[in-house]
């Protein structure tokens, strides 16, 4: 179970959240369960403090001790994702389409106002910030295509890039093949095990020196899955071409409409990939149970001290 982050890179979690169940009534039990004291007979009570106050004090210690070794039976852990070990190895390319058809509006019905592009960029970063544990990064593609960000771990950085693009940077037309050769040569380099390029377009190949089966070619010699997204009404995209290049490229076609529909192919992808990362035995992590336990010790020991002394 995920509860908070540390740091960017560093995520603590409970293996056994479950335990915290417990809690409630333990506590509660704590408070109102009463103990039978004790008859002691003593001819001098103006000794004695009022120990009221140390009651508190002593169910207060008490909790703080039954909190600790709950929270260590719940076996906190700490998940360093800067650590390579931790990375699950699978590099990604997002391949976006920013020709001038990218700037009709109408695709959210939330924000009407809001062109195709735009709704893209929210995306696509939320997107790229979702992916903890890989290398991303990012191709824009027009009349031709260029590599708008290296593929990175610093996912914040792509995030603000991608924010920083437009459509018709590239030019005006789409060039689909340029797009997805592009991605190719920005995973050229990587030692990723599995590389993967999702391509976005609204509109059909009509521009580049690259043809999309030379492009796709490209993409099994070098042992990469191509994803392929054909965004807005029936028609406007080559719905035949991209579902061809998804095949050949061993990833899958979507179709998406609308914002909504579109952040469904995302979170589709997303699950997909995932389902190939390392399983849980094989993460490297920290655990800190021993920690709550040695508190939790330190508070029994203080409470036993103050009742040694009191009695």
Sequence with gaps: ML???ISAMNIWSFDFAWAFLALPP???????????????YFPHLQFFGNPGKWRNLEWLFKALAVTLMVGALATPVVVDYSDPRNRNGIDIVLSLDGSGSMNASGFSKEEPRLSRFE???????????KRIEDNVGVVLFGDFAF???PVTYEKE?????IGYLSHG???????IGEGIAMGVRALRDSKAKSKVIILLTDGEHNSGSISPKEAVAMVGKEHIR???????????????LLKQLAHDGHGKFFAAANEKELQSVYDEIDMLERSKIKSKQHTFEEHYYQWFGAAA?????ILMWRRRIGS
């Design 3 to 5: 509860i908070g982050n």
């Design 26 to 40: 333990i506590l509660y039990c704590l408070y109102r369960c009463k103990v039978i004291p004790q008859k002691r």
């Design 119 to 129: 709704v893209v960029q929210k995306i696509a970063s939320d997107f790229v910030m």
């Design 147 to 149: 590599i708008a960000t």
């Design 157 to 161: 950085i792509v995030s603000e890039m």
């Design 169 to 175: 940077m590239a030019g005006q037309n789409t060039a």
């Design 226 to 240: 191509l994803y392929t997204i054909g965004i807005g009404q029936k028609g406007e995209f080559d719905n035949a």
């Design 297 to 301: 010790l330190g508070v029994l020991l």
